[in-house]
């Protein structure tokens, strides 16, 4: 396959546009677990919002493409709604009130056939090394005590994976997709608003607990284990407001 567009990276995949598909080429061989469990997911995810009015690319194919492994999907066209609010100051709430309903939608689904959000969340925190185990186990202790759901939780749901088109509302980038606890998957939201899009974090939160009918302090006693959770990726940028939340003992 001729890869043609070169669209996006993350830490562990690259993405190209080639023939009106987004291919996702994993960057290590060794990431062969991550693709296919990542293909699972996306699957599993497709086949539950075949009902919604939120769209997502279909998945075609699980391949290797010189030697590293890849998936192939549509690829969607359109404007992201972080493009639009970049583009268009003067509607970020509009616009922020459109991705709050979508959000809403998503979490009105569930997934008892995926991966537990908590046990991800568990899993982060145990290999942690930047934090004592003391402060692991007051994590670890919080993270367990919490409510469980299964409701469908993005797990990266940020305005840049949500795209517009002529033909609907799309949401992209479904490998982090897990069952779980909405304010769980909203506090982590509320992180990436204050890592990426700060202006708009407070914003999001106070609209997102008055149209679900949330507390936000419940929404807030998940931050520290969030918090926990995104120090993982070993960002330097990004230490000393997450150990600020980690550091919280209590919200109530």
Request: proline share 4%; glycine share 4%; hydrophobic share 40%.
């Amino acid at each position: 396959m001729k890869l043609d567009n070169f669209v996006a990276s993350s830490d562990i995949y690259d993405v190209y546009e080639t023939d009106g598909m987004a291919v996702r080429i994993y960057k290590k061989p060794e990431y062969k677990e991550k693709c296919l469990y990542a293909a699972l997911t996306h699957a599993r995810v497709e086949t539950t919002l075949g009902n919604s009015f939120i769209k997502m690319p279909v998945l075609h194919e699980v391949s290797v493409i010189d030697g590293k492994w890849a998936i192939t999907m549509d690829f969607i066209k359109g404007k992201t709604l972080q493009q639009l609010m970049d583009e268009n100051p003067d509607k970020k709430d509009t616009y922020l009130n459109q991705f709050i309903d979508i959000q809403c939608e998503i979490h009105a689904q569930y997934m008892p056939l995926l991966s537990k959000l908590k046990d991800k969340m568990a899993r982060q925190i145990k290999t942690l090394g930047q934090i004592d185990e003391i402060k692991k186990y007051e994590l670890l202790t919080r993270l367990d005590s919490m409510p469980k759901h299964i409701k469908l939780c993005h797990g990266n749901f940020e305005p840049k994976n949500v795209i517009i088109n002529d033909e609907g509302t799309y949401v992209i980038n479904w490998g982090s997709a897990r069952q779980g606890n909405a304010s769980a998957d909203v506090a982590r939201t509320y992180l990436l608003f204050c890592l990426n899009n700060p202006d708009l974090a407070e914003a999001y939160l106070d609209k997102y607990c008055v149209k679900s009918g949330t507390s936000k302090q419940y929404v807030q006693a998940w931050l520290p284990i969030v918090a926990a959770a995104q120090l993982i990726k070993g960002k330097p940028e990004e230490k000393d407001l997450l150990m600020k939340w980690i550091d919280v003992v209590d919200y109530d």
